[in-house]
């Protein structure tokens, strides 16, 4: 039991502070004017956005206002108007359903497409440092949600990316796993340095797991907030108001 308490303590000023900078770190991806229209519509008006490696970036805001089109574009599925992105390597996407094949074992799901670099004791690796170990013959209907998800980080971070994006990939799992879930990816984006940008509606999350929270409305980054730099308290009021919810 103390462990789970331990996993959902709020992190404090000394825990951010004991990370190791990120802010010398190169790029791991890098966008300047970036546009986005749907028709007469536009969805993201020249955005710019530096993200370091190391760096963990969560991105709120409320529904429509360009989060996941921003990601699509960060992601290379969806072609900007305007603008500039730079980033060394293919990113990975972590989305909300885990997207294994169901008739692949765990094992090929996490080496998909990189079966030649990857192969099995590569994907027998990654599953163990997800916690998965000895489950490498599973088939994805024999897990949990959140098993399912731990394949897919270990299938993201596999080939070591600079980019990792991770598009409200815990939305669908009960509290506790979500604690866990939090924890484990900590560690993981620790452990390789991606620069990670998560997609999520929760401000708790936002504030447990980043080091920079930007706020997106009406297709601009309109406000971006260090937790470093303050009270847990005081921050998720200040972000609930900017999501126009008034915190009681």
Known sequence: MNQLVDLA?????????SRAPFEQAPLAVSVSGLERRYGSRVVIEA???????????????ESGCGKTTLLRALAG????????IDAPGRPAVV??????????PVWANVALGHENSVGRAG?????????????????PRNLSGGQAQRVALA??????????????????????????MHALVRELVARHRPGVLIVTHDVDEAIVLADRILVMRAGQI?????????GQGELRRQLLEELGVTAH
Do not use: C, M, N
């Open 77 to 84: 599925l969806d072609a900007p108007d305007d603008g500039q």
């Open 47 to 61: 955005l710019d956005l530096d993200i370091h490696e190391g760096e963990f970036v969560a991105l709120l805001g």
């Open 155 to 180: 299938r993201a971070l596999v080939r070591e990316p600079k980019l990792l994006l991770l598009d409200e990939p815990f939305a669908a799992l009960d509290a506790l796993t979500r604690i866990k």
């Open 123 to 139: 994907a027998t690796r990654a599953l163990a440092e997800v916690g998965l170990a000895g489950r490498e013959d599973d088939w």
């Open 9 to 17: 303590r709020p992190i404090t000023q000394e825990k951010w502070a």
């Open 222 to 230: 309109a406000a971006s907030y260090r937790p470093a730099d303050h």
């Open 95 to 104: 989305f909300q359903e885990h997207r294994l094949l169901p008739w692949a």
